[in-house]
């Protein structure tokens, strides 16, 4: 069993920076990926950053160049620095760790970004 516990949310004035953290316990394997999905009120949870245990890294397109996902792998931790928030950045931020078919989900963390 997995669990992911997300941190660092929280109110910002457009422009500003957040960085959330995802520390994940439990069965982890060596090999798998973590991402970072948002989904705004009324929308589809979207991909918003991934990365693998080797650090192989995607973003999407709406992200890219304002955002950074890290890791920690002795800490089973993803970081999601962001910087330059816009208000369509403002979503509830939910960590997912995948490993093989399975993936485990944290509780979401609130990101609010105002104009």
């Known amino acids: 069993q997995v669990k992911l516990v997300e941190s660092g949310g929280g109110l910002v004035q457009a422009g500003g920076s957040l960085r959330l953290a995802c520390a994940a316990s439990?069965?982890?394997?060596?090999?798998?990926?973590m991402e970072w999905y948002r989904q705004a009120p009324g929308e589809q949870r979207d991909l918003v950053a991934s990365?693998?245990?080797?650090?192989?890294?995607t973003y999407a397109d709406s992200v890219k160049g304002r955002f950074t996902i890290s890791r920690d792998n002795a800490k089973n931790t993803v970081y999601l620095q962001m910087n330059s928030l816009k208000p369509e950045d403002t979503a509830i931020y939910y960590c997912n760790l995948r490993q093989g078919t399975m993936n485990s989900w944290g509780q979401g963390t609130q990101v609010t970004v105002s104009s």
């Open positions: 439990g069965s982890i394997f060596r090999i798998n990926v």
């Open positions: 990365i693998t245990s080797g650090g192989s890294t």
